[in-house]
């Protein structure tokens, strides 16, 4: 593995070889000396064109206790912002010594060009770009999944994946990276999706994708203790989606769409097959009365802590297999 | 099973058992007991040797508890050469419930050579506490060392050459019967530093 | 070194139209002989040049209805001139200089100087296409009649790069034009459907999470014109058709007796929206490319008459506006110097059409909707000598460096395409020979070249 680009390049060896190494990394930040001297001399660029405070922290948190050298490139305000181009941005943190580029971008596929161009040798991590993918979004959320499946199950959570879990993804899924990173990786993990959207939010040709469709989430929840969802991924409602132009109000989606107390309690009230509550995720930041409720927001099945602890994780995880990668050397 | 005609038996597996009996009675010996002794195998065989000398430490004396006193070391994390091999997942590291704080720790591994897998090891044990005091246990030495370090218990001293590689054949990870079980040597192959 | 058109030219055993040899003799513009007459009256002439064209295809000069030559404004992007050059490399003996300059051209007065531009560089027959609202703002009716009387003489109208979304005004404009004998070129595209497009609309959108583009926006306002050109009864020219919903409604539309042409480029004829999946914007193009099912019943629509012509929709662009993230590049690719190819490659190789079709929507029919009288004509004695020599055979891996263009930007790089122009003649004069640029036409034989064409 050269570059982190999709979740949809990703084999299932290599899935859960970035999941284990990150039980191993998240071991390590419970030691008493929480940094490894793995990235010892390397230098890892988080180039952020687009604001995200939460990733790039993650991303900083991941680099650092991997003994990585971190620099931090806000596009915003920058010469990027005076009309400088990608290529002449990146060329001069190529020239900074930079070993690997986090990007985070407001364009769809710019971590995939980047990759794909002359203009780097840099490890490229896909930070999230466009409406694209999100992977290490999709890596901590499947290692927050796999940590509660296979707790259930009385196993160690390295070396399984989740296969029979049932995971309902609900939102905008049209616009956002999280789901379909999410989508491709909980697939190739064995899970069983179910995608839960008003249809103005849902791509043109979903029906092809391996996943099941659902229009109403009273639906999705399914009827019966047995039949409900071992986790719900509640995604977050941009702004500016609302006030007509997808869906007619907030308090409409909220109604439909939303995670209310009512279906909090239905999902209380399920049982997954080793008798465990299902998980609530959301790649936050909440929408508390939008998109979840408060009570769902602070219920203890809210996983969204952990997936915060679990995302620096993952992140040392995907630097250290990137970096560490003796492809990238011989190349 | 099939192997090159380059390929030569040095140690059986009657020899390797003899061997860890004689390691596990140095280790009591030397620490005067088993009192306060931690053995921490190095993945993936070092952990599977580290759990043979445990089940001899406790023959000689049945104060040894295997539970409390035998763990892993992952050194992946640690090590300085992964620009040269390139990155594997690391193995867990199961450090037993009273740490390793004040304890003898005796490393266990399959091969030392260079002895950078050892250096790695050490840093990663700062990393988890401060033992009283550390030794190396291993079933070969094979000289070559990179650095000053050596191995306080040893199971056979094998002169070698660079180009050769040495190889344990355990029946936990090679799939080989017990009875089978090997340290091998193969030839006319360029070995790297830090490779076995 | 500028010749006359009355130097003479002797092709020895080209196929027309691929058929079976004949010798052909060009002299003072013109095709003076055909057959044996050919060998006999060349001895008479005191200068004559030979070329042995044994095996070569000969072909009336192709007419592309749908080119941007980018001046005035982006000269950094192309000029009348390359253009012009990268026209004649490819087999164009006119191309249609669309109105999307800067400024726009929607005025006489800059009509007229692409029009003097195109002759000064003797290439090419250039013709500026006028645009049909002012500023392409689809707001309000440029002045059509003044570039229609204007020394252009323009009688394609078009706002290509912009819809004319507005029904009333591409009502007006279609009942407009019928008083200069002109013709509307409708670049269909639905404004408000593809806001903020960046491709075709289907599974690969979907995955790559970029804004899709729906064939139905292209669909709703061809259905939309064909029906108001029937109702007016005007004369409407749907630029490059994309979608297979597309080639449906005009078919319909034929079937109905209106009078409605359609174009296709020829990269919707061989490329799919699958290589948008690596991001590389060489492949952004507007109307975006489509799904392999578009690809085949567009090449079913040209090979059956549904669709009439090809167009290039060549469009060059500097190299950083495609060297950037994919919603920022700039839509458009280069074409010219490789239609021929893909053509050949897309509907001769596969047995869709043969020769006298491709003659026909890659000359006569594009020449027949402008109304040239001296373009896309019979390879006959007495008629105009705008005709290629073709080497069907030859195989050429695309290098953009080598194009003609400043446009680097051509989809089709490294590919390994067959057919190549290997002769241009244009008014009789050999613009390209050898398949390299030979030297232009001078302008006065340009001039006198258009003297007699508007007493024919």
């Not at chain 1, 680099?63 to 005076?82: E, H, I, P, T």
Request: charged share 20%.
């Amino acid at each position: 593995m050269r570059h982190l680009l999709s979740t949809a390049d990703l084999s299932h060896a290599q899935a859960l070889s970035i999941l284990d190494t990150a039980e191993e990394m998240a071991a390590v930040s419970t030691r008493e000396v929480k940094k490894l001297p793995t990235l010892r001399g390397r230098t890892v660029v988080n180039l952020f064109f687009e604001d995200s405070t939460r990733t790039r922290i993650s991303f900083e948190a991941a680099a650092k206790r991997l003994s990585a050298d971190v620099m931090n490139f806000s596009a915003k305000g920058s010469s990027v912002s005076k009309g400088e181009s990608l290529k002449d941005t990146v060329q001069t943190l190529e020239a900074i010594g930079a070993d690997a580029i986090v990007m985070r971008h407001w364009a769809s596929g710019a971590a995939a060009q980047l990759a794909a161009s002359d203009w780097t040798d840099c490890a490229v991590i896909n930070a999230g770009d466009g409406t694209h993918e999100h992977p290490t979004q999709a890596l901590l959320d499947a290692l927050t999944l796999r940590r509660g499946w296979s707790a259930a199950q009385g196993q160690d959570p390295r070396g399984t994946d989740l296969t029979g879990m049932r995971v309902l993804i609900v939102g905008d899924i049209l616009h956002s990276r999280v789901a379909r990173s999410n989508i491709w990786l909980l697939r190739t993990l064995g899970a069983d999706v179910g995608l839960v959207a008003p249809a103005t939010l849902l791509p043109v040709g979903v029906e092809k994708w391996p996943v099941n469709v659902y229009y109403s989430l009273d639906e999705a929840l399914g009827s019966g203790p047995e039949a409900g969802p071992d986790a719900i991924m509640m995604l977050r409602v941009q702004a500016e989606r609302m006030g007509g132009a997808y869906f007619p109000t907030a308090a409409e989606y909220t109604r439909r769409w939303g995670l209310t107390d009512e279906r909090l309690a239905r999902l209380e009230a399920h049982r997954g097959a080793a008798g465990q509550r299902p998980m609530i995720l959301h790649p936050g930041p909440m929408n508390r009365g939008v998109e979840i409720s408060a009570a769902a927001a602070d219920s203890p099945m809210n996983q969204v802590l952990d997936q915060v602890s679990h995302g620096v994780s993952v992140r040392m995880a995907v630097l250290h297999l990137l970096l560490s990668s003796s492809e990238r050397n011989t190349a | 099973m099939t192997r090159s005609p380059e390929t030569s038996h040095v140690m059986s597996a009657s020899d390797m058992d003899r061997a860890l009996t004689r390691i596990a009675h140095e280790i009591v010996e030397s620490h005067r007991g088993v009192e306060g002794l931690l053995l921490l195998g190095i993945p993936r065989r070092g952990t599977i040797l580290a759990r043979r000398l445990g089940e001899r430490l406790a023959r000689i004396d049945p104060a040894f508890d295997p539970e409390q006193a035998i763990g892993s070391l992952d050194i992946t994390l640690y090590r300085d050469d992964l620009r040269a091999h390139g990155a594997r997942t690391p193995e867990p590291t199961k450090i037993p419930g009273a740490g390793i704080d004040g304890a003898t720790v005796v490393l266990v591994d399959d091969v030392l050579y260079s002895g950078r897998t050892v250096r790695a090891a050490l840093d990663a044990l700062q990393a988890l506490g401060r033992p009283a005091v550390v030794r190396l246990a291993v079933l070969v030495d094979r000289g070559h060392r990179e650095l000053p370090i050596r191995s306080d218990h040893v199971g056979k001293n094998l002169p070698t050459s660079r180009d050769e590689r040495v190889s344990v054949l355990l029946d936990e990870v090679d799939r080989v019967p017990r009875s089978e079980e090997a340290v091998v040597i193969q030839r006319g192959r360029a070995s790297q530093a830090g490779e076995r | 070194m500028r010749s006359t058109p009355t130097a003479a030219t002797l092709i020895l055993g080209a196929l027309p139209y691929g058929e079976a040899p004949e010798d052909v003799l060009i002299a003072e513009g013109r095709i003076a002989a055909v057959g044996p007459d050919a060998r006999i009256q060349a001895e008479q002439l005191q200068e004559v040049t030979t070329i042995e064209a044994a095996g070569l295809i000969m072909l009336p000069g192709m007419v592309d209805l749908h080119t941007h030559l980018r001046e005035p404004g982006r000269e950094d992007a192309e000029t009348v001139e390359t253009g012009s050059r990268a026209a004649a490399k490819g087999g164009f003996t006119a191309v249609h200089a669309m109105a999307n300059s800067s400024p726009v051209a929607d005025s006489a007065g800059v009509v007229e100087q692409v029009h003097r531009l195109g002759r000064a560089s003797g290439w090419t027959e250039v013709y500026p296409v006028g645009a049909v609202t002012v500023g392409l703002a689809g707001e309000r009716l440029a002045e059509l009649g003044a570039m229609a009387e204007s020394s252009a003489q323009v009688r394609m109208f078009s706002d290509d790069g912009m819809c004319v979304h507005n029904p009333v005004l591409m009502r007006r404009a279609l009942e407009y034009v019928k008083t200069v004998d002109g013709f509307i070129a409708q670049h269909a595209q639905e404004p408000l459907l593809t806001e903020g497009a960046q491709m075709n609309e289907g599974d690969v959108s979907a995955v790559l999470g970029l804004p899709g583009w729906p064939a139905v926006a292209e669909e709703s306002i061809i259905a939309r014109d064909v029906l108001l050109a029937q109702h007016v009864g005007s004369r409407l020219h749907i630029c490059h058709v994309s979608t297979a919903g597309s080639v449906e409604i005009i078919r319909w539309a034929k079937e109905r007796g209106i009078d409605v042409t359609a174009e296709v480029t020829p990269h919707h004829l061989l490329l799919t929206d699958e290589l948008v999946r690596g991001y590389d914007p060489v492949y952004k193009v507007n109307p975006p490319l489509r799904t392999g099912a578009d690809v085949e019943a567009l090449r079913a629509g040209l090979a059956d008459g549904t669709i009439d012509i090809i167009g290039t929709d060549h469009a060059p662009h500097p190299t950083q506006a495609k060297e950037c993230e994919w919603s920022a590049a700039a839509m458009g690719m280069t074409g010219l110097e490789t239609a021929l190819p893909v053509v050949i490659k897309t509907m001769i190789s596969t047995g869709l059409m043969g020769w006298r079709r491709f003659a026909e929507v890659t000359s006569i029919k594009p020449a027949q909707i402008y109304r040239h009288a001296h373009q896309g004509r019979p390879l006959k004695p007495g008629e105009p000598a705008n005709l290629i020599l073709v080497d069907a055979g030859a195989t050429q891996t695309v290098d953009p460096a080598g194009h003609a263009s400043k446009g680097r930007n051509s989809p089709f790089r490294g590919m390994e395409l067959p057919g190549a122009v290997r002769a241009t003649f244009l008014q009789g004069h050999p613009v390209v020979l050898d398949g390299e640029l030979n030297s232009p036409l001078s302008e006065a034989a340009a001039r006198a070249a258009e003297q007699s064409q508007v007493q024919s």
